[in-house]
Every structure is written in C-alpha cells, then in structure tokens.
C-alpha cells in the first residue's frame, strides 16, 4: 500500500536519501504524491538564442559546439564550460565543481537549457543553467520545456533529482492512490478525480489544470477537516451538562461591582454566557477580543456563576507569567468585598513544592477551592475536582485540542470558554473553531491612550533612545524586546543579554534596568516582573516572554529590535503591552526587512491597530499554517488549502460536511464507511474522546 510502502522503494531513493525525504516529513509513497511544488516556473517558450535578453530567465536549446575544462585562477573551482549552438547563435554556459558534466556533454548533440542570460566579455553567457539532453521531439521533458514544479527542499536534495523522483514515483503508483471523494460532490462541483489532480499538481500542462487541481485537493481537505470538527461538536453538545440559575439583580450585582463600567461588548458578552451556562447542555464557546478589551472580567463571570451555583471552576492559562496574573487580579476583586466575597482561589503552576501542591490537591478534591488558576498544571492526571461546571483555557492557540479535551474531562461536561487574544479572521475561524459558538469584544475600555507604531532602521537607534527617554523622564516605564537568546543565533542577533548590560552601564545609565529571558529560572522572572509591575525597574529588557497578557498600565513605550522576525500576530500581541493606561503608547520597531514579505508585514502593522485587521494580512501574507505555528489544530493536515484565499472553496466544503452529518450522524451507512475510515486516519486525536466516550 501506498500508504505504508517506504519511498525507499522509489528507484533512485537510497539510504542517504531516504534520510533527507524524513526531514522534509517524507516517509512513505503516500506523503511523496501529497508533496507539493512551492511554486511553478513557465519554461514553455523557447528563445532563439539571437534574441535573448541579458538579466532574463530565458529556455533555449542548441548542440553542444565544444567543451572545456578547467580551474578558476582565483577560487580553484573545477569550472566546466561548453558552447552551445542553435543556429541564430552562440551561447556559453558554465558549471562549476561538477567534473562529471564533461562527460555527460558530448559535442554534437542537443540540449534545452534554462537560465539566467548574462554577458561577459560581450559573450552571451548561462552560469549553471539547468539542462536536459533532447533526444525526440516528443519526448516528456522535466526541467523545461514545460511549467516545471520548484520544491520545497532541504540541504543535500536539488530540484533536478526530486524532480525525478516525484515523476517515477507518479508513473508507478498513481493508479494505486484511491478518491475518497463521494462521487456526487466531485460531479456536483466539477471537481477532478484525485488521480488527474495529483498528476496536474506535480506537473501541470497549463496553469488551468494546475489551479483546477489545487481546488480539488484542497475541497478534500477542508471538507474532511470539517467532519471531525462537527462530529466532535456533535458529540459533545448531545452530553448532559449543568444548568446554572442566576438571578437578574446578581448578573447586575457582578456588573456594577466594578471600579469602572463595563463596555457594552463586555456586557454583550456575560449575557451570551450566562445564556449558554443556563442550558442543560455543556456551553462550547470562543471569546475572542483584542488585547486590553478585558476579557477577564468575562472569564471570571463564568466562575462567579459556577461559584453562585454551588460548583467548581477553573482557569488556564499558556504561562506561569499570566497565571500569576490572572490569579492576583481575581484576589484582588475577591477583596473588594463585592460578590465575589467568600470564593477561595488556588494557583497551581509547576513552580510550587510537591507538599504545597499536594495540600491544594486535596482541597480541590474536598471542594474547599471554587476556582483553580494555573497553567497546564491543571490539567495533570493527579487533580481530582469535586465538582467542576466551568472551564477556561486563556490563549488557545498555545495549547491544542487535546489539552482542550483533557480539561473537559476534569468535570462532568463542564461549560468551556476558550479565549483568544489574537483576533481570528472568520475565514480562519470557520477552518479551526468551526465547533464552537463565536462571541466577540470589538471595544476597548473608554479613555484609553492612543497607540503610535513607527518604523526605524538599524542605523537610527540614537533617535529611538532618545524617544524612550523622554518617556521614562516623565516617570513612564519602557520594554526593550529582542526575539531570542540563544548560542547559536548570537551571531547575527543582538542577544538581549548584551544589550541590557550595555543599556545599564552606557545608554540608560542614570535609569534601573531590569533583564528577563526565556531561559531565566521561573522565580527570578517572577521577581523581576514584580518589581516592574511595581515600578521599582524602569526598563526592563526582554526576549518574548512578554507576549501575551503582561499588564503594566505605565509602561508607555516599547522598543522591538529585528522587528521583521516577529510574524504579525505576534508584534500586535507585544504592542498591546503598552497604552493600557491614560497615556499615549508608543511602538517603536527597528527592522530592516530584506524581502517584500517583511515588509508588507511592518507595513501592516504600522498602518492599523485593529488586531482583526492585522490578523487578516498575516493570513494573506503567510498563510494558515504560520498563523499559530504549524502543529496547531490539525491545521497540518490542510497541506495546501488555504482558507485565506479559498474562501469559496472552504464553504462550499463546510456546507457539505454539515449536509453529510445531519443525513448521517454516525457515518454508519454503506457508503460513508470510506469516510469514516479516513477520518479515523487523519484526525485521530480529534476523535479519540468520542471512541472513549
Ligand atoms: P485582555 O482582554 O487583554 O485579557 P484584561 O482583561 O487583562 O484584558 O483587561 C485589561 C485591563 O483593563 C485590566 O487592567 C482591567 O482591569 C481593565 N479593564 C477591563 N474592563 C474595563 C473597562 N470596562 N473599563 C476600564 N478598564 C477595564
Ligand atoms: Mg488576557
């Protein structure tokens, strides 16, 4: 089978290079017709070589006039040239350290190259085009001639030999590869069968074929993505939940309890999950809102009802950093003497001792806790809750599905609401979250500073200091953000470590300076970001660490150096760290980005604060899969569909999953027993909760 046969079994595919495949994620035959160009090059049309054009990738063809050999002066590279004749005229090409092609070029016979055209010397010249021998005019050509597929490949694999291979590797399986695809979709839609699709991926006649076969792949993509995701709705809104009752004055006693009034979204909010929380039926909810849109306040409404209630509820969040966070502010608002009066909070975070943990296990279990604040601690084997009715997890693009699961066991059929503070376009919130129901915070909090976001290159960092120090003369705090320590990537990055201690002894001399980073022990992080949460450090230098939630409501201004190696989502997250309070924040980015992709990136982010805005070009820009990082959410297996720019397709797929389990809720009839099969096949976490159940 294709689908467990080694590509080892490819003719050309050795040891050696069945270990290079692995890298790429290849193992088997099956994963080598799923590996797709990154892109197409058009090397259709044959250019005389009297009317090349110098500085163009041009196709010609010619006999090989003569041939010669010999070293660079300089370099002592074995260079290997040859001139090649079409009759309107001459051209030279040249490869180096490739000894073997003066046997492979023998005078007389005909080549189609392709190349970049340049001149030397008024010679007309290719250096290390790429070449084919021709024998027939009929003959299948690879590298030109055609609209050739370029790879995505790793180091030690040229895009002539996987070429090849992918080519052998059609020729001999394509016939075993089985469409899974009802039949009536494909015709409903126009859709080629899988076998012509793959065919016209690898190797397209024309760019038609090749835009006809992405849709087909990518329609069975998304629409088998789709399936699981509404048969796990399916199975977990059929389950029996607990039904919340809270009375009208006590939704008004939580909402005026506060030093502030609560927006109109919020509002909009607690009453969507109150409704939900009412229900008999386990609340399956994403709460999405821009950074600062106060988002807690909600979550804690869920835990305000679970405690009213009589029950247990539990928040958690990506970091230890957060978890503090959300626990001290919870204590702060028990403290008020509000309604919350009387609700006992627990933090449980890996840094806490074995006999501190294990106390607070047991009252967990007791039901002395009402809500557990922490990170995945939460979700360990050992923790038993008496009664929990009400589950957060803050950030769910760090975890997955299955954290998602683990923490729905914890109760019977809790009520969940996820938060997310990186906005999701819809088109991608269709792809990921299609299982829950969506509620948005589309406000800030009134009275907030306006954030002001510019861009700099790395000469003018006088101006920058010079910025941040008339903030921090007005008694504002300051982030220094730098993407990593790490050994390996000092070289060419300014590791934060350095820069703190040359801030601290030169630049911010008269100033406090504080340093946190990735690999900082969990207590010393902690206690720096105390005494900046204090105001007893004025700048504190940091790598990432800072990125979601930290909230410091007088640090103004923040500096990110290598700006273009944050992906978007990520710059909008740390620059929702600053203007949390009254005053005006400011953004400065340093980067120089050296492709148009970064540079779109810095341009987007410079141009807008609207998160969803933001979110919506990094999608167009880079695509589902760098969105969150790639082994997210099964978004892995959407190899090729994207649901930036495929939108149609994505609905229409979404429209017939949902047909397809409303006809059939168990896929039990005949006929779906393929679809089922493959679902198992490629999303077996998604639907591991639903065989245990
Ligand atoms: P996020 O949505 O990023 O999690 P938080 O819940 O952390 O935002 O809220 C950010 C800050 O705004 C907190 O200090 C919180 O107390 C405050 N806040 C929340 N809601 C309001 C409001 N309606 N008016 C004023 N401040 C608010
Ligand atoms: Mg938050």
């Known amino acids: 089978m294709i689908s467990n046969t080694s590509v080892q079994y490819i003719k050309g595919v050795g040891p050696a290079k069945k270990k290079l495949f692995n890298k790429l994620g290849i193992e088997h035959i099956e994963d080598l017709l799923y590996f797709f ?50 009759g309107t005229g001459r051209i030279r090409c040249v490869w180096f350290n490739q000894p073997y092609l003066n046997k492979y070029f023998k005078t007389g016979k005909r080549f189609i190259l392709y190349g970049k055209i340049d001149t030397y010397k008024n010679y007309l010249q290719m250096i290390s085009p790429e070449y084919e021998e ?28 996987i070429r090849k291979v992918t080519k052998t590797c059609l020729d001999k399986y394509i016939d075993e590869v089985h469409d899974h ?55 977990i809104v059929q389950k029996k939940g607990m039904a919340h009752q809270l009375k009208d004055a006590q939704v008004l006693g939580f909402i005026h309890s506060f030093p502030f009034i609560l927006t109109a979204a919020q509002i909009k909010v607690i009453r969507e999950i109150r409704q939900d929380m009412r229900e008999p039926k386990p609340m399956l909810r994403l709460l999405q809102g821009d950074v600062g849109s106060g988002k807690t306040i909600v979550a804690v409404f869920g835990c305000f009802n679970s405690y009213m209630n009589g029950h247990q509820s539990c928040i958690m969040a990506p970091t230890e950093i957060l978890a503090r966070q959300h626990y001290h502010n919870l204590t702060q608002m028990i403290g008020c003497g509000g309604p919350l009066t009387g609700m006992r909070v627990a933090l449980l975070v890996s840094s806490i001792k074995r006999k501190e943990r294990d106390a607070v296990y047991k009252q967990i279990e007791s039901g002395d806790i009402h809500v557990v604040i922490g990170t995945h601690a939460v979700i360990n084997e050992e923790i038993e809750f008496n009664d929990l009715s009400f589950a957060v997890i803050d950030e769910q693009h760090k975890f997955g599905v299955r954290q998602r699961a683990m923490l729905g066991e914890k109760g019977t059929n809790p009520d969940i609401l996820i938060m997310t503070a990186t906005p999701i376009p819809r088109t991608l919130c269709i792809t990921l979250y299609g299982d829950l129901d969506v509620s948005i915070i589309d406000q800030l909090p009134a009275g907030r500073g306006q954030i002001h976001t510019q861009l700099y290159s790395d000469g003018q960092n006088q101006e920058v200091y010079q910025l941040v120090k008339e903030q921090l003369q007005q008694g504002r705090q300051a982030y220094f953000v730098y993407p990593l320590v790490e050994e390996s990537e000092r070289l060419d990055l300014k590791a934060a470590e350095d820069m703190y201690q040359h801030f601290k002894s030169k630049v911010f001399q008269s100033y406090r300076v504080g340093l946190v980073h990735g690999q900082m022990k969990s207590q010393d992080t902690q206690s720096v970001m105390r005494d900046y949460k204090e105001g007893k450090i004025d700048m504190l230098v940091a790598t990432t660490v800072l990125e979601v939630g930290i909230d410091v409501p007088n640090a103004t201004v923040m500096v990110i150096e290598h700006a273009e190696r944050f992906g978007l989502a990520q710059l909008h997250q740390l620059r929702g760290r600053i203007g949390r309070g009254i005053h005006d924040g400011y953004c400065l980015l340093i980067g120089d980005p050296n492709n148009a992709e970064g540079t779109k990136r810095l341009q987007a982010i410079v141009s807008t604060t609207n998160g969803f805005e933001i979110a919506r070009q990094d999608l167009l820009i880079r695509g589902p899969g760098c969105f969150f990082g790639r ?36 896929l039990s009839q005949q006929d779906h027993q393929d679809i089922n099969h493959v679902i198992h096949q490629r999303y077996p976490t998604f639907l591991a909760n639903i065989q245990a159940g």
């Open 181 to 235: 695809l009802p039949v009536p979709i494909r015709n409903k839609y126009h859709l080629y069968n899988i076998r012509r699709s793959l065919l016209f991926i690898h190797y397209p006649e024309s760019f038609d074929d090749q835009s006809e076969a992405l849709r087909r792949i990518s329609f069975e993509e998304f629409f088998f993505y789709q399936i699981s995701i509404l048969l796990r709705r399916q199975f």
């Open 631 to 666: 082994h997210q959410h099964g978004l892995s297996e959407l190899r090729v569909a994207n649901p930036a720019t495929q939108l149609d397709v994505l609905e229409t797929a979404r429209k017939e999953a949902k047909q397809l389990i409303e006809d059939d809720p168990t």
């Open 134 to 161: 021709l024998q027939a005019d009929d003959q299948e050509h690879l590298h030109s001639n055609r609209i050739v597929p370029i790879y995505p490949l790793t180091r030690g694999m040229g895009q002539r030999y």
């Open 37 to 86: 160009p990154r892109r197409y090059e058009d090397r259709r049309t044959i250019t005389p070589i009297s009317k090349v054009q110098s500085g163009e990738w041009q196709t010609i063809t010619g006999r090989v006039l003569n041939l010669g050999a010999r070293r660079s002066y300089y370099t002592k590279k074995h260079v290997t040239e040859v001139t090649f004749d079409d």
